[in-house]
T-cell receptor
Framework: GENVEQHPSTLSVQEGDSAVIKCTYS??????FPWYKQELGKGPQLIID?????GEKKDQRIAVTLNKTAKHFSLHITETQPEDSAVYFC????????????FGTGTKLQVIP | EAGVAQSPRYKIIEKRQSVAFWCNPI?????LYWYQQILGQGPKLLIQ????????DSQLPKDRFSAERLKGVDSTLKIQPAKLEDSAVYLC???????????FGPGTRLTVL
């Protein structure tokens, strides 16, 4: 089955700096890569996703890149703010709506004011 | 639209007792997932329903865990008897199938003493 590895497990940045979280996956059949943000006491919430036919996607301060050959993808957050502090999970699956999603182990991001 | 509802939010039980969790997905979402999230880890899929049928329960410990979605809407996850290692947050998610986005509920935090 699919295996997703995520690094780093914790990340502290100063407010305004950038944060980068990296993930690798094992199953070359995976073609959908969502990123979730989980705040304390809440369920994960989708913040951005990318499909394998796209190399990069951006939404305001958040961007994701995908390297299918190397089987890795990354989340980039620019101009970090204290409200970005949370646990971030990468995930991999196949598209189709009913496919199993495999999550990474999470990165706890702390933005220091 | 209303999000995914889960109850209870917290539950503390003794080992060998039984416990049940309830989930009501977003209206119209045919696919429902139960995940187990152990502290410091990513969500792990326990079972996936498509309407009232099971799509994937390969990681469900069937000797103690059971789940049902009788009318294809809300769902119940049961643990009987509970073990210490079952202490975790149990997340419910749903998707319409028209997109790949999974919407998560707030979770139920289970503590087994």
């Amino acid at each position: 089955g699919e295996n997703v590895e995520q690094h780093p497990s914790t990340l502290s940045v100063q407010e305004g700096d950038s944060a980068v979280i990296k993930c690798t996956y094992s199953d070359s059949a995976s073609n959908y890569f969502p990123w979730y943000k989980q705040e304390l006491g809440k369920g994960p919430q989708l913040i951005i996703d990318i499909r394998s036919n796209v190399g990069e996607k951006k939404d305001q301060r958040i961007a994701v890149t995908l390297n299918k050959t190397a089987k890795h993808f990354s989340l980039h957050i620019t101009e970090t703010q204290p409200e970005d502090s949370a646990v971030y999970f990468c995930a991999a699956s196949m598209t189709g709506g009913y496919q199993k999603v495999t999550f990474g182990t999470g990165t706890k991001l702390q933005v220091i004011p | 639209e209303a999000g995914v509802a889960q109850s209870p939010r917290y539950k503390i039980i003794e080992k060998r007792q039984s416990v049940a969790f309830w989930c009501n997905p977003i209206s119209g979402h045919a696919t429902l997932y139960w995940y187990q999230q152990i502290l410091g880890q990513g969500p792990k899929l326990l079972i996936q329903f498509q309407n009232n049928g099971v799509v994937d329960d390969s990681q469900l410990p069937k000797d103690r865990f059971s789940a049902e979605r009788l009318k294809g809407v809300d769902s119940t996850l049961k643990i009987q008897p509970a073990k210490l290692e079952d202490s975790a947050v149990y997340l419910c998610a749903s998707t319409s199938g028209r997109t790949d986005t999974q919407y998560f509920g707030p979770g139920t935090r289970l503590t087994v003493l």
